[in-house]
């Protein structure tokens, strides 16, 4: 069994900043691409960040230059650094991670249950 835990939601106001913690745990033998995706009310859910094993990074358009993601493989933990907040990123943001459990081949999609990030004008 694999858990994807997030920390570091919350409410700011637009311009401020928050960091946004995503710490996996259990059968890991192995985790390849890891990132985040947030879902507004009446939304799709949509991604935001996501980065490779290596470091290689994506972001979405709305976000490039205002956001980081980071990851720390030994602890098989992703960061997302949100700075210059507007109020249309208030959002559910969740981790996602690709993780191969021990005595398997494959790797499988898990989420997280999500951080609620509210920024007011």
């Known amino acids: 069994q694999v858990q994807l835990v997030e920390s570091g939601g919350g409410l700011v106001q637009a311009g401020g900043s928050l960091r946004l913690s995503c710490a996996a745990s259990?059968?890991?033998?192995?985790?390849?691409?890891m990132g985040w995706y947030r879902q507004a009310p009446g939304k799709q859910r949509e991604l935001v960040a996501a980065i490779t094993s290596g470091g290689t990074t994506n972001y979405a358009d709305s976000v490039k230059g205002r956001f980081t993601i980071s990851r720390d493989n030994a602890k098989n933990t992703v960061y997302l650094q949100m700075n210059s907040l507007k109020p249309e990123d208030t959002a559910v943001y969740y981790c996602?991670?690709?993780?191969?459990?021990?005595?398997?081949?494959?790797?499988?999609?898990?989420w997280g249950q999500g951080t609620q990030v509210t920024v007011s004008s």
């Open positions: 996602k991670a690709n993780v191969m459990p021990y005595s398997d081949t494959y790797y499988y999609a898990y």
């Open positions: 259990g059968n890991i033998f192995s985790t390849n691409n």
